[in-house]
């Protein structure tokens, strides 16, 4: 099952923002960066599964894709060098050990990103182009179940970025998740729905073990985006929202 709650202005007001996405507007072709937290291998496998599927270009609607960056993560990739690595993607998908707005990118050396204090992600501010940020990892995508001012943390990386996706409790990996994400992303599927449903087809169903947290195996995927970005596709999406918390919305698995 799954819910969402949208941010409210003033308390009382929802804000909904219209835009009408355009098939094939802006077509060109797309980047994909892949980063692996330097712990574990099932890490570059997760990454991995998910980038093979882009070893050339594929056409999705309107628009080609192509794995053009695939490195072990380092902070300087989401902070200072970002226009050059994560923000120069059109899809980031990032694998390793995570906390509340957390991703690590070594574990030995103790280094990691908090998403609360990354530059603004997206076109608008600093000329980024990242429109799509798949995180898989535990906990870092938090959502409405974990804070009640869910929307706020995320403001300063929501600056022309459309949708953040990835787990809000414990998550289990080195599975059938990315593969399964990617070709769901190839046949057009929606960016967040295709990842909830990619994560809901890992369960098991019949005998499904629970995690130290409550949460049922694979774990429980949550996203962050906007009204207007909210049926993005890789074929098809919405022109860069206007970045900050109005007509935020958040979807989450339970």
């Known amino acids: 099952m799954f819910s969402n709650q949208r ?3 003033s308390g009382l007001c929802l804000l909904t923002v219209s835009v009408i996405s355009i098939p094939g507007a802006g077509a060109a072709d ?4 892949g980063y692996v937290d330097r712990a574990e291998s099932r890490f570059v496998r997760n990454v991995w599964n998910f980038v093979k599927n882009f070893q050339s270009w594929q056409a999705i609607g309107g628009n080609r894709y192509k794995e053009v960056q695939y490195y072990y993560a380092e902070p300087f990739m989401f902070d200072g060098s ?6 120069k993607m059109d899809v980031a998908y990032v694998a390793g050990h995570g906390n509340q ?5 070594n574990q030995s050396a103790g280094q990691g990103v908090d998403l609360r204090f990354v530059p603004p992600y997206g076109d608008l501010a600093n000329n980024g182009d990242l429109e799509f940020m798949i995180i898989e990892s535990c906990y870092t995508v938090t959502s409405a179940p974990e804070a009640a001012d869910w929307w706020t943390p995320f403001s ?3 600056q022309g970025l459309h949708q953040l996706v990835g787990f809000h409790t414990l998550s289990n990996s080195d599975n059938g998740i990315p593969n399964n994400y990617a070709n769901k992303l190839k046949a057009n599927g ?3 729905q295709s990842w909830f449903a990619a994560v809901n087809e890992e369960r098991y169903w019949i005998f499904n073990p629970t995690n130290s947290d409550g949460s049922p195996y694979p774990g429980l995927a949550s996203a962050i985006m906007y009204n207007s970005t909210e049926n993005d596709r890789l074929g098809a ?4 929202p206007a970045g900050g918390t109005a007509g935020m919305k958040t979807w989450w698995q339970y």
């Open 30 to 33: 797309r980047e994909i960066g």
């Open 101 to 105: 707005y957390y991703i690590q990118t």
């Open 190 to 192: 929606g960016v967040w």
């Open 156 to 158: 300063p990386m929501f």
């Open 237 to 240: 999406y919405a022109a860069d």
């Open 82 to 87: 970002h226009q050059n690595y994560v923000d």
């Open 7 to 9: 941010k409210l202005v």
